[in-house]
């Protein structure tokens, strides 16, 4: 997880306080938890159909600023 964070990152020259990260185990010990640890924004969802209403609602903000 925070591997990947981090070589998207260097891949994309995007800075950590510029991502956001959606999982439903952000919790200690959840397989989402390493994330948190990178220092990126984490939403924590309970499902697809609420990760997917995060998305949208990113993107529509993007899109107003």
């Known amino acids: 997880m925070a ?3 981090h070589k998207l990152q260097e891949i994309l020259s995007i800075s950590i306080p510029e ?3 959606i999982g439903d185990a952000l919790f200690p010990g959840g397989n989402d938890a390493p ?3 990178t220092g990126v924004i984490c939403i924590q969802v309970r499902d697809p159909d ?3 209403r995060v998305i949208e609602t ?3 903000c993007l899109s107003e600023g």
């Open 19 to 21: 991502m956001l990260y």
């Open 3 to 5: 591997d990947g964070i």
């Open 58 to 60: 990113a993107i529509a």
């Open 50 to 52: 609420e990760t997917k």
């Open 35 to 37: 994330a948190r640890e």
